[in-house]
């Protein structure tokens, strides 16, 4: 059964921290690994994964994939409040795109 | 260009009745997608379809039924409806090898 699974579930950190998310996987056919983030309302991308050891960057957003140890991370760097939201890891396999529980993530003022 | 439009955008079923979930996109992507979220969780597979005439089901496909006659649309159907159907519905599509868009979604309530 394909699994995609985020760490932690939640997090709460103040304004200015930098925050490393987490992605582990186990599906067949792997074809990508997308990240999202989830507002009130329907995820937007953020980026989309598919080699080992290129790291994604946008603004003081970056990720990076190890389909070795079939892993992602996600680092935001000196966060704001605009950056509280639940942030979703999903993997493309077999025509699919599986979703973990997401990371919940609140930034303090 | 529109994108993914997902009707009606708020809907409260009594147990037992039927309804129709639509999602339709103008980008000609293949494939599509339908999700259920329930509350502080993740996005669940329902069903999702590689292009016209093809569907297949996802993590949680019970209680529901698909159809995707045209690339444009790909309605969800659920019949005899139950409290446990209360969620938001998200549809998506994409063409290969890009990120999925997500329509604003659908929230059910089944009383």
């Known amino acids: 059964e394909d699994k995609v699974v985020q760490s932690p579930l939640s997090l709460v950190v103040h304004e200015g921290d930098t925050v490393t998310l987490n992605c582990s996987y186990e599906?067949?056919?792997?074809?990508?690994l997308l990240w999202y983030k989830q507002e009130k309302k329907a995820p937007t991308f953020l980026f989309m994964l598919t080699s080992s050891g290129i790291e994604k960057k946008s603004g003081r957003l970056s990720s990076i994939l190890d389909k070795k140890e079939l892993f992602s991370i996600l680092n935001i760097t000196a966060t704001q409040t605009g950056d509280s939201a639940v942030y979703l890891c999903?993997?493309?396999?077999?025509?699919?795109?599986?979703f973990g529980k997401g990371t919940r993530l609140h930034i303090l003022p | 260009n529109a994108g993914v439009t997902q009707t009606p955008k708020f809907r409260i079923l009594k147990i037992g009745q039927s309804m129709t979930l639509q999602c339709t996109q103008d980008?000609?992507?293949?494939?599509m997608y339908w999700y259920r979220q329930d509350p502080g969780m993740g996005l669940k597979l329902i069903y999702y379809s590689v292009g016209a005439g093809i569907t297949d089901k996802g993590e949680v496909p019970n209680g529901y039924n698909v159809s995707r006659s045209t690339t444009e649309d790909f309605p969800l159907r659920l019949e005899l409806a139950a409290p446990s159907q209360t969620s938001v519905y998200f549809c998506?599509?994409?063409?290969?090898?890009?990120?999925?868009?997500f329509g604003q979604g659908t929230r059910l309530t089944v009383v």
């Open positions: 999903a993997v493309e396999a077999d025509d699919k795109i599986i």
């Open positions: 998506a599509s994409r063409r290969d090898y890009t990120e999925a868009f």
């Open positions: 599906v067949t056919n792997f074809r990508s």
């Open positions: 980008m000609n992507h293949n494939y």
